[in-house]
């Protein structure tokens, strides 16, 4: 992989951790912004980026994929709680013919996660579980439920047949699955999808046991997605790996 120029959005906790790994992996950080006063003294530097990942803050996604489009620079972002305006941000970047590459989450093991959801929820309605998610975030995530939640809340109602949306509580509802958020502490991320009856429960986790799976997972999507144009998940990641 030939060494990549990189600008990073957004430069805290995980934005620190991308920086120290993409300079083990030999690239080289051209840009870290975090702030407008920053676009301001950077822009110069920013321009010459071949990729931009981005990690700020919900609020400020759009307005920097927005930035990355003008200045002809392909973006991965890893904020999550701006996906409301997703069709739109999709419509840019085909009129634009511009590369993005968006994830919920870009751990390899909560992918997993991601696809074992699917067989879950289907036998789940095959031999009469009901469901539940639970998660916990730090208390500084701005988004809850969070981002890797409710793209599990979304395969469970597309796979199971009886399930139609979530409800941030419990409930007797069986068309909603019932989200636990959980904001405290330090806590780097952990999702559990339960299966219940009234004899028996079974649990799938993930817990992040420190950011270096999200930082390096949004490495592998820059190394990627330099060169393409259009629309890329970890599906697509992914799979080439798997070729």
Partial sequence: MKSLKIALIGYGRMGKIIEK????RGHQ?????DNERDWHNQLDHFVKADVAIEFSLPDKAV???HKCFDANIPVVVGTTGWYHHLNEVISWCDEQKQAIFYASNFSIGMNLMF???KD?????AKYGFRMRLFEKHHQHKVDKPSGTALEIARLVKEYHPLIKGYALEETPNQMLLPIEAVR???VNGLHCLELFSSDEKLSLTHEALNRNGFAEGALMAAE???GKKGVFTMKELL?????
């Avoid at 950080?29 to 912004?33: D, E, P, Q, R």
């Avoid at 879950?120 to 789940?124: N, T, Y």
């Fill in 21 to 24: 790994m993409a300079l083990t």
């Fill in 29 to 33: 950080i051209v840009a870290n912004l």
């Fill in 63 to 65: 307005d920097n994929i």
């Fill in 115 to 117: 696809m074992l959801t």
């Fill in 120 to 124: 879950l929820s289907q036998l789940a």
């Fill in 184 to 186: 405290e502490g330090e």
């Fill in 224 to 226: 990627f997605l330099v």
């Fill in 239 to 243: 799979q080439t790996d798997e070729d």
